[in-house]
């Protein structure tokens, strides 16, 4: 079946350490998200990217970065600048092209708790 | 800029009750997407319905229903007959519309948590 693929399920990061998130889809979508959630609050985005070799800053980019190499993978660095990295990061995708379908919308991977020690 | 408004942080109903989650929206776009996702503790966000701003039908899935009203900027969302299995946190969401019709990056309320109790 296809889906978004985030691994690892659960990360510790400790302090002035930069650690990466893998989201990979075979859902052929073109472009993905990444979201942050933190406890009691709704996602804010962090970075997307419509097509390969291509990705733009979201809301609260600092501290981040991206690649977009393959159209199936948009790994994200939770790189040492990031002050306060614990927190529940989701990736996602969606198809261009297709809003007339009547199932239209993100798909979501199962999420990255990552946890500062 | 976009907004979503979830104003209902946490909710507790008793299962069989009926319940209405609010949703309020601000946009300058005259054309948008509306959404809401359900969150279960596994953490994974679930795809419930997409509505289009031109389109203000109400829909109604077994028993989920979501009322459209553009006049209030609303999207309220109503589970009949609850069952614990309801219980979950449940987001709205908007996004713009590219030149494609494809759906923009999206911006999310914070989540009602619904507690149905059995």
């Known amino acids: 079946d296809g889906g978004i693929t985030q691994s690892p399920k659960y990360l510790f990061r400790k302090e002035g350490q930069n650690v990466t998130l893998s989201c990979e889809q075979n859902?052929?979508?073109?472009?993905m998200y990444w979201y942050r959630q933190d406890p009691g609050q709704g996602l804010r985005l962090i970075y997307y990217s419509q097509i390969v070799n291509d990705f733009q800053k979201g809301d609260i980019a600092e501290g981040y970065s991206v690649s977009r190499e393959k159209k199936e993978s948009f790994p994200l660095t939770v790189t040492s600048a990031q002050k306060n990295p614990t927190a529940f990061y989701l990736c996602?995708?969606?198809?261009?092209?297709?809003?007339?379908?009547?199932?239209?919308?993100?798909?979501f991977g199962s999420g990255t708790r990552l946890t500062v020690v | 800029a976009q907004k979503v408004t979830q104003a209902q942080t946490e909710i507790s109903v008793v299962e069989k009750e009926d319940v209405t989650l609010d949703c309020v929206y601000e946009?300058?776009?005259?054309?948008?997407?509306l959404f809401w996702y359900k969150q279960p503790p596994s953490g994974e966000l679930v795809f419930l319905i997409r509505?289009?701003?031109?389109?203000?039908q109400n829909e109604i899935s077994g028993r989920y229903s979501w009322n459209f009203q553009k006049s209030t900027s609303s999207f309220n969302f109503t589970i009949t007959a609850s069952q614990v299995v309801d219980s979950a946190v449940y987001f709205c969401a908007l996004s713009g519309v590219l030149s494609s019709g494809s759906a923009r990056q999206l911006t999310f309320g914070s989540g009602t948590q619904l507690t149905v109790l059995p």
């Open positions: 996602a995708s969606i198809p261009t092209g297709t809003p007339s379908r009547p199932n239209y919308g993100y798909t």
């Open positions: 859902l052929n979508h073109d472009a």
């Open positions: 509505r289009n701003s031109f389109d203000e």
């Open positions: 946009t300058r776009d005259t054309t948008y997407y």
